[in-house]
């Protein structure tokens, strides 16, 4: 059985930082790409950042620069560093499993085989 167990969300205030964690077990981690994803109320959910079993990497543009996605394949981990938190960063941010995505030969993402349950991130002052 997967499972993939996110962890770290909270309340913060603009400007600051948070890290998201994603504990996974039930799979083979290092041959899955990872997956954070998030969902604002109202909204659709979208793709923030990926990791691809190989360690390429995506962020969407919104978070380029402020938002760190990575991996640690001996603890079965993954990780978002969040830091210059906006107010529009507030969702539920969800970890994800699948399968490497590319396109014009560039680490676009993951098509997604497996949902955490999601952790609360609220940036408000």
């Known amino acids: 059985q997967v499972q993939l167990v996110e962890s770290g969300g909270g309340l913060v205030q603009p400007g600051g930082s948070l890290r998201l964690s994603c504990a996974a077990s039930g799979l083979t981690f290092g041959n899955y790409a990872m997956g954070w994803y998030r969902q604002a109320p109202g909204k659709e959910r979208e793709l923030v950042a990926a990791v691809s079993n190989g360690g390429s990497t995506y962020h969407r543009d919104s978070v380029k620069g402020r938002f760190t996605i990575s991996r640690d394949n001996a603890q079965n981990t993954a990780y978002l560093q969040m830091s210059s938190l906006k107010p529009e960063d507030t969702a539920v941010y969800y970890c994800?499993?699948?399968?490497?995505?590319?396109?014009?030969?560039?680490?676009?993402?993951?098509?997604?085989?497996?949902w955490g349950q999601g952790t609360q991130v609220t940036v408000s002052s």
């Open positions: 994800a499993a699948g399968k490497n995505q590319w396109r014009n030969f560039r680490f676009s993402g993951l098509s997604v085989d497996y």
